[in-house]
């Protein structure tokens, strides 16, 4: 099993990125996927899921508006268009996998993780 995060980089408040997950190693199709991320000194957090069937996507209040989740079952990949990126959203992206129908903004809840990309924004 194999998550890829890339897309990760410097940006400058206000910008945007697209961070992209190549999945591999497992049927991409019947896992929920989702997006978290670390900034230094805090815990995980939530950030953006997307159901099996790309028919419902579910979005932590401080990037609503702003990040936009999506996938592609015949790709097996998962993105996150991430605009008007501010100082607060830098961090340590990681994208996820889990059994089930639907997100959880819990990240013990997923089975598989990617190795992170991170993202810088400068003020």
């Known amino acids: 099993v194999q998550l890829q995060a890339s897309g990760g980089g410097l940006v400058q408040a206000g910008g945007s990125l697209r961070l992209s997950c190549a999945a591999s190693g497992f049927t991409f199709s019947t896992y929920t996927m989702g997006w978290f991320r670390q900034a230094p000194g805090k815990e995980r957090e939530f950030v953006a899921g997307?159901?099996?069937?790309?028919?419902?996507?579910y979005y932590a209040d401080s990037v609503k508006g702003r990040f936009s989740i999506s996938r592609d079952n015949t790709k097996n990949t998962v993105d996150l268009q991430m605009n008007s990126l501010n100082p607060e959203d830098a961090a340590v992206y990681y994208c996820a996998a889990k059994k089930g129908l639907a997100p959880s903004s819990s990240g013990n809840e997923y089975a598989y993780w990617g190795q992170g990309t991170l993202v810088t924004v400068s003020s």
């Open positions: 997307i159901t099996l069937s790309r028919n419902r996507s």
